[in-house]
Nanobody, 121 residues
Framework: QVQLVESGGGSVQPGGSLTLSCAASGNIFSINWMAWSRQAPGKERELVASITSSGATSYVDSVKGRFMISVDDAKKTGFLEMKNLDPDDTGVYYC???????????????WGQGTQVTVSS
């Protein structure tokens, strides 16, 4: 079974840092595209950062200069480094990816279960 499992969430004070991890497991040949989205209470889910297999990254304006997305292809693990956190960054963070499987030879869109990030003094 192909799945993504996030870890690293928690509670921090404003200005603090957290690094989220997203471990892919299963019959995976490659990660074609990976992203992190978040959903704050009472708000719609928003795409925060994404990265392609060639390393091209994209960020929502509110996190530019503070968040950095990366993928360790060998370990099939993605990361979201978050610095200078603000209470507006509070929410459930979801990892999701388009991954090519070994068998069957297909690309599958997979979402993790989410990890809570709370920024509060």
């Amino acid at each position: 079974q192909v799945q993504l499992v996030e870890s690293g969430g928690g509670s921090v004070q404003p200005g603090g840092s957290l690094t989220l991890s997203c471990a892919a497991s299963g019959n995976i040949f490659s990660i074609n595209w990976m992203a992190w989205s978040r959903q704050a209470p009472g708000k719609e889910r928003e795409l925060v950062a994404s990265i392609t297999s060639s390393g091209a990254t994209s960020y929502v304006d509110s996190v530019k200069g503070r968040f950095m997305i990366s993928v360790d292809d060998a370990k099939k693990t993605g990361f979201l480094e978050m610095k200078n956190l603000d209470p507006d960054d509070t929410g459930v963070y979801y990892c999701h990816a388009f991954m090519r499987l070994m068998e069957p030879n297909e690309v599958r869109n997979v979402w993790g279960q989410g990890t809570q990030v709370t920024v509060s003094s």
